[in-house]
């Protein structure tokens, strides 16, 4: 069975009077549930990012990683502001000397202090 209910409403995204079919209807077109969607999402991402600290994003703290004798690829990368493969890159160039402990790739920060300073 279909109901006959109309339900006068605002529109709560445009502000325009509509005549809803059921209760829920919140909206007086697709057009203006698109929008909406669309304004929803993009606060969504607004606000993530303003929430997003840069130690909170990258999940290490700079601080902590200038003290360290011994830092990891990530950490590398890190601090010299470069990509994953170019650290890779320079590795393998012998530009950057590193050190191998099993699986795990470590470089020296004198090392780095040293290619720095030239």
């Known amino acids: 069975m279909s109901s006959k209910i109309t ?6 995204f445009c502000k325009e009077g509509f005549v809803a079919k059921t ?4 909206f007086c077109s697709h057009k203006c549930a698109c929008r909406a969607y669309k ?7 607004l606000e993530k990012v303003q929430k997003t600290e840069y130690f909170n994003s990258v999940g290490i703290d700079m ?3 200038q003290t360290k004798e011994f830092l990891s690829i990530k950490e590398t990368c890190l ?3 470069i990509s994953r493969m170019s ?3 320079y590795i393998k160039s ?12 470590i470089i020296k920060r004198a090392i780095l202090d040293s290619l720095l300073n030239k």
């Open 7 to 12: 339900i006068p409403k605002i529109c709560t």
């Open 23 to 26: 209760t829920v209807t919140k």
């Open 39 to 45: 304004l929803r999402e993009r606060d969504a991402k």
């Open 63 to 65: 601080k902590h990683i």
């Open 79 to 81: 601090l010299l502001g």
């Open 87 to 89: 650290l890779y890159r």
């Open 94 to 105: 012998g530009n950057i000397l590193s050190l191998q402990l099993g699986g795990r790739v």
